[in-house]
């Protein structure tokens, strides 16, 4: 992989001033896809679906394109795929339609990114259980308590496949075949891993997975749901009006087919078109090229900061083990004062905070973190940068 070459098909990063380690959040996007969502409104800015003039079903079938483009990166069949506008929104979706009922638990892990958090706990109200499955001291998956608290009241795993908090992922595989032993759905969220893991729900066996455009060099409010055709049939319904039914009256409606019932209104079109092209390009790259690029980053990080007085490593001390993701804090430097700094002094865009998993910071009474999370056009040059603004940064704060 050539990544001076792969960075000039980002108009972003030819902007010398700029580091962008905020890849966990959303990804850069590369001019091809700008392009694409250019082209939608310049050349066919019109409804598809519901009109039969020429552009509109150019439009219908570019879209349509994009369904099965999207269902084949997974392997998946296009009527499983499901459009949203983001993680988010797929994960509520599931949770408000899933035929949980009071005592039934759903189980996550004790890391999970608010938006597989919160829509389980608010099911409460209906008398539904989340529990939390408590990770080893490394914040890595422990899949023998998992076989400890699984029972017949578990109806679903609701899991992170690999972390925005730390980098970690975890056995995918292994978790849902113990779930299926034991009559549990699972439901994966793939917001970090789609850009570097590939996905084959069919070995997998995953009932649900969800993740995120924006995440894998897609349009910004862009999302996917996944899943298992005879269980999106019973599914009920969530958000529902214009394009969710095939007729209706005064007191009555019958809803459409599935993928259509799930999405609601007029669609993100230039949004959906311009995921498609991001995962062409995705595949041009290979998936397994961009891990390996993160790791390389990550492996020279690590063990620069593990250099550094009083920082900790938010996870496991192998960079191996941590993808794209390095988030630390240092027990005498705030981390948003650092983060600041970095931005101001050299125009390093990291993070600073809980990262939306405030849960596990109050469990470990940690106020907050640095993450840097890297991705494939990322370089060692910048890194070296990363850790030199670092260290001038705590010269000055100590
Ligand atoms: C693991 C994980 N899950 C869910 C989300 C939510 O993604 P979105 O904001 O795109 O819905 C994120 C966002 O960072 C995430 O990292």
């Not at 992989?1 to 030819?14: A, E, G, P, S, W």
């Not at 948003?336 to 700094?341: A, F, G, K, V």
Request: aromatic residues 8%; charged residues 25%.
């Amino acid at each position: 992989m050539n990544i001076k070459k792969l960075r000039k098909d980002f108009y972003f990063l030819q902007k010398k001033n700029y580091i962008y380690f905020d890849n966990a959040c959303n990804s850069l996007r590369p001019d091809c896809v700008v392009e694409k969502i250019n082209e939608y409104y310049k050349e066919y800015p019109v409804c598809a679906g519901r009109s039969n003039y020429a552009l509109a079903e150019k439009l219908t079938t570019d879209l349509l394109g994009v369904r099965k483009n999207i269902a084949k990166f997974i392997s998946a069949k296009e009527d499983e795929i499901i459009f949203t506008k983001n993680t988010t929104e797929s994960i509520n979706l599931l949770a408000n339609s899933l035929d949980l009922k009071e005592g039934d638990i759903v189980l996550t892990t004790d890391k999970e990114h608010n938006s597989n958090l919160i829509p389980w706990i608010k099911l409460k109200s209906k008398g539904v259980i989340h529990k939390t499955i408590n990770s080893n001291p490394d914040n890595t998956f422990n899949i023998e308590r998992l076989s400890k608290v699984l029972c017949p009241e578990v109806k679903l795993l609701a899991l992170g496949m690999s972390s925005n908090l730390d980098g970690v992922s975890i056995p995918a595989k292994e978790i849902i075949d113990l779930a299926h032993k034991n009559g549990s759905l699972v439901l994966l969220d793939a917001a970090q891993s789609a850009i570097s893991e590939k996905i084959d729900v069919k070995y997998l066996d995953v009932d649900f997975l969800a993740f995120s455009g924006h995440k894998i060099l897609g349009p910004s409010g862009t999302g996917v749901l996944f899943g298992k055709k005879d269980l999106l049939e019973k599914l009920g319904s969530f958000l529902v009006g214009g394009s969710t039914v095939h007729s209706s009256s005064y007191d009555d409606f019958e809803l459409a087919d599935i993928p259509e019932r799930f999405e609601a209104g007029l669609q993100n079109f230039s949004g959906i078109l311009g995921l498609g092209e991001a995962i062409k390009y995705l595949e041009k790259i290979g998936l397994k090229n961009i891990q390996k690029q993160k790791l390389v980053l990550n492996e020279y990080l690590s063990n620069e900061l593990l250099k550094i007085d009083k920082l900790h490593i938010i996870g496991p001390e192998e960079a191996s083990r941590r993808s794209g993701i390095v988030s630390f804090y240092i027990d005498d430097i705030d981390s948003h004062q650092l983060s600041i700094m970095l931005d101001r002094s050299a125009g390093i865009m990291t993070r600073s905070g809980q990262h939306c998993v405030h849960s596990w910071f109050k469990s470990r009474e940690v106020a907050s973190s640095l993450r840097v999370s890297m991705s494939f056009y990322n370089t060692l040059d910048e890194v070296k940068k990363f850790v030199d603004e670092l260290n001038n940064i705590i010269k000055i704060l100590r």
